[in-house]
């Protein structure tokens, strides 16, 4: 469960790039819910993923995860809570680990290992065992290191290892874009298969309309930092892609007559 | 050059691979280029000496202190750095110069004398063995025990949870690791080792001096670039081992061109040819090691 209430966000404050990117903003998403989020450049989405996960911190308001205040919290504390795959595949995994290094240090997250050694048979078996839902035959390839697999290789390894743990919230940015569109797919069916058997609490960000309607439970749109639509169930389901795009354009168009306004 | 000599060098060549190691987590494993190392050398030797000479302890509690001292210079460095936000070479300065202030106060002087006093390498003499082969001999068991325990914490949770931090410090903090902890912790690491060596450096030298850390960084940064250039880094193990390696051939480097008589070089011109060694290391190794990348990328 992730509560967002009434959290403002200031870039640059008190400077002359000063700039507002959420308002406001209230989201609870309930305890197993999949949300998807779309909006126009600038719109806020990742600004409000990195106000859940910490990297952003508020000018006011409160977030709570599962339960716990975690406003003040860092990021590195947020990580038993939530975990997230990043758009860039490089950012999810670390290049200079071999794969099972990697899993051992997502492991840690909600298991650290101290002194002990980062790598043991039970985390071996684990990583493979994971691992093979991919069939890419990355389970033989375990001490190799990440930098030398492709990116769509990473972002599924980056996907395992954001599930591996026992986080409850799932915090996706945009995370097949940097995939060509077969691996694109390929990546969402696997997401959306880990998200319904772990029953996770998933916030996905996504450019593609298709996509926003297809997956999940349920659906809002950013526009100028703030939450303009909000879908689930019937009228959900009863939505195009087609109605998604009106919408979209019927936004754009205000933001166009407002700045004929601003320059007449 | 002589037995004696040869030996000497490789005294000083295993002393300066504790300099090549914390070179390596700094620069190699952090991602942070650490200046601390200037002044956190002559630091080591400092309190060794003192200790030894004018509060009489054993030596070997007093080098332990030593490199305990190193460890608190290389922490309050990384904590300007994640606490205040200071530029990491810009903290390294500060507590390098704040340290040479220090060391004279240490000292009550710009020197303090070890000759005759009882020092790790006394405690191994009179064995019916010469203690210029002792000496180094006593070294390289402590320096590969060193290395071993570095690689075996570096395989530990926490030691790939540093490593992590300085190859991905975003992904790392995703993953609950606390970078700015980890940096505490490994600028203290490398300073420890640091000072150790100092303090091994003047009990072998014979005194310790303010001015002795001068050129530190670059012989450090120097071992670990020529080391790991020349030897295969695929694992943790080779590439502190190679550090290792890269001190000692530079030891031997340094030895034979002030003994090469023809090169006309003064034991001046070390650094210089120091530094004329890392550029040149730098450059012709284009970006085949990840060593190479990592400082010329920063460079540029
Ligand atoms: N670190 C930052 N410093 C200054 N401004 C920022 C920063 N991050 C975001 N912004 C601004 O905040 C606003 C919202 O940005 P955000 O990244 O949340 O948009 P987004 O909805 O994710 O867009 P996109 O679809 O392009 O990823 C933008 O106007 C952006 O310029
Ligand atoms: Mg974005």
Known sequence: ?????????????????????????????????????????????????????????????????????????????????????FQDPKMGTCEDLTILENFALAHGRTQPRGFRFAIDKTIRERAAERLKLLKLGLENRLNDKVGLLSGGQRQAVSLLMATTGETRVLLLDEHTAALDPKTAEFVMELTREIVTELKLTSVMVTHSMAQALHYGDRTVMFHRGRIIFDAQGDKRAAMQVSDLLALFKRDQGEELSDDALLLG | MSLYELLGTVEVGLIFGLVALGAFITFRILDFPDLTVEGSFPLGAAVAAILIVNFGWNPWPATLVAAIAGFGAGFVTAFLNVRFNILHILSGILVSISLYSINLRVMSGP??????????????????IPAYILSPLLLAVIILSIKVLLDLFLHTGLGMNMRAAGANPAMAAANGVNVGRMKLLGLGMANALTALAGAMFAQSFGAADAYMGIGVIIIGLASVIVGMSILPVRTIAQATLACLFGAMLYRFAVAFSLNADFLGLKASDVQLVTAILVVVTLVGQSSRSGMGKLLKRKSS
């Open chain 1, 1 to 85: 469960m992730i509560e967002v209430s009434d959290v403002r966000v200031t870039f640059n404050k008190g400077t002359p790039l000063e700039a507002t990117a959420l308002h406001e903003l209230d989201l609870v998403v309930p305890r197993g819910q999949f949300l998807t989020v779309i909006g126009s450049n600038g719109a806020g989405k990742s600004t409000s993923l990195n106000v859940i996960a910490g990297l952003v911190r508020p000018d006011c308001g409160k977030v709570v995860v599962d339960g716990q205040n975690v406003t003040d919290w860092p990021i590195h504390q947020r990580s038993r809570l939530i975990s997230r795959v």
């Open chain 2, 111 to 128: 020197n303090k004398p070890l000759l005759g006093a009882h020092t790790i390498f006394s405690a191994v003499q009179g064995w019916g």
